[in-house]
């Protein structure tokens, strides 16, 4: 499950134990004060999940070279395809 909030700065705790739980958990993927991923400042326009899409799809794109334009199209798409089908995002 995820849950979003829109616009809002990031939650804190101080117990430890909740940014352990979140990382056992998710690992490096989840976003937030103090975690692997840093929550934005003030960025109205993206919330973690568009921060989360759009790298994810940067590093699956980029993990092999770019020989052209064509080339750039398919990994994109490839990309798109391979985060569709992630069971926990869409």
Request: with cysteine; glycine share 6%; net charge negative.
């Amino acid at each position: 499950m995820w849950h979003q909030h829109d616009s809002a700065p990031a939650h804190f705790a101080r117990d430890v134990s909740v940014r352990v739980y979140l990382s056992d958990s998710f690992g490096a993927r989840w976003i937030g004060r103090g975690g692997p991923v840093s929550w934005p400042a003030r960025l109205p326009d993206m919330s973690p999940l568009d921060i989360f899409v759009w790298g994810h799809m940067k590093y699956v794109v980029y993990a092999s070279s770019v020989e052209s334009r064509d080339d750039l199209v398919q990994q994109i798409q490839a990309a798109a395809e391979s985060i569709r089908a992630m069971p926990c995002v869409f």
